[in-house]
């Protein structure tokens, strides 16, 4: 039975090419960098998202809790938005690796308000931390954008106050895709970016940090401190070099196929799907209370090959991707109309 997995697009899996790609790719050791491989792979990010260099990390979060390393001294202050990924999903990684900490704002659909991040930087006053970073995320993790408009202000506020910004891009593919711009028109307003590989773009491992050549040297070494300088991995970025010259192309598909998702759901009395939330390829739905919810619903779908994330009484989110078609949609919503 085909498995039909909405729970993120991080399940998706490598492609026929990506297979053919490993088994082929040319290798070396690139700690000495010396795997032809990865050199090109972070020579075309480099150049995907206008940097000067990149670098290949294992995940997402790696590459963000590096971001924060290699940005800051231990004991400066990190201003972010409240439900960010770094703030909430990465273990509190920023106190164990940098050091930092961490200044939230919560924002509206991700989006912190230019006046509070303004009063969030610190001045000189012996009792403070010294703000040394901001940082962004874009496509969010709610489903939301960051319009060009909006990070262009961020910019030049942290440039008046001398600070860096780095920004979470886990799926900046899917907001240059919805924004309809390139990924460097997002990330020329940012110092440095990280984006995932392994997500919609459906590499098996590995994100890319990338910005000016000195941030990626020093970044270089503090991946090896963090233990991610690894060796003939020349093998998994095969698989990057395709989820940036193919894979990156094709998101369209998963937008579409979210809005035709959100479409289905919404035809569902009691279901109400957010959408000014949906943009990207993620459907966030809520169900009123009188519906007869079944509280093991994700475990009868399962029954049916459908993965779910489980459901607490609150929001849901769904996730389609490269692995995701028309018909699994219409058989998913078909099975969830039988069990409530
Ligand atoms: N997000 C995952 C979970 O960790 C929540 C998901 O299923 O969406 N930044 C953003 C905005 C992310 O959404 C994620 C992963 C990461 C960073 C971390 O990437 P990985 O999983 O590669 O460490």
Same mark, same amino acid.
């Given at each position: 039975m085909k498995i039909i997995d909405l729970r993120s697009d991080t399940v998706t899996k490598p492609t026929q090419i990506m297979r053919e790609a490993m088994l082929n790719a040319i290798v070396g050791d690139d700690v000495y960098q010396d795997d032809p491989t990865v050199i090109r792979l972070e020579k075309m990010a480099a150049e995907m998202v206008g940097k000067e260099s990149a670098l290949f990390v294992p995940s997402g979060t790696f590459g963000n809790q590096l971001a924060l390393l290699t940005h800051t001294n231990r004991g400066d202050e990190v201003i972010l938005e409240a439900n960010c990924h770094i703030k909430k999903y990465e273990v509190a990684g920023a106190a164990v690796i940098a050091g930092v900490q961490l200044n939230s704002i919560e924002g509206v659909k991700g989006e912190m308000d230019l006046s509070k991040i303004k009063q969030a930087?610190?001045? $000189? =006053? *012996?009792h403070f931390p010294k703000t040394s970073l901001i940082c962004l995320e874009n496509a969010t993790g709610l489903g939301t954008l960051l319009s060009l408009d909006y990070m262009e202000k961020v910019a030049n506020i942290a440039k008046e106050a001398d600070i860096h910004i780095h920004l979470d891009g886990a799926r900046v593919f899917n907001a240059a895709t919805a924004l309809n711009v390139d990924a460097l028109e997002i990330c020329k307003h940012v110092d440095s970016v990280m984006f995932c590989l392994s997500k919609g773009l459906?590499?098996?491992i590995g994100s890319m940090l990338a910005g000016s050549k000195k941030? *990626?040297?020093?970044?270089?070494?503090?991946?090896?401190?963090?233990?991610?300088?690894m060796r003939q991995v020349g093998i998994v970025a095969a698989c990057g070099i395709i989820s940036l010259e193919k894979m990156s192309k094709r998101l369209t598909i998963d937008h579409e196929n979210a809005f035709y998702l959100a479409d289905k759901l919404e035809q569902i009395p009691g279901f109400?799907? =957010?959408? $000014?939330?949906?943009n990207i390829n993620m459907v966030f739905v809520t169900v009123d209370d009188n519906i007869n919810f079944p509280e093991n619903y994700s475990e009868l779908l399962f029954e049916k090959g459908i993965k779910v994330n489980g459901y607490r009484g609150e929001e849901m989110r769904f996730v389609t991707h490269n692995d995701i078609e028309r018909s699994d949609i219409d058989y998913f919503v078909n099975i969830l109309k039988t069990i409530i």
């Open positions: 930087i610190r001045s $000189e =006053d *012996i459906c590499a098996p941030f *990626i040297n020093k970044a270089r070494k503090n991946r090896k401190l963090m233990g991610g300088g109400h799907v =957010d959408r $000014e939330r949906l």
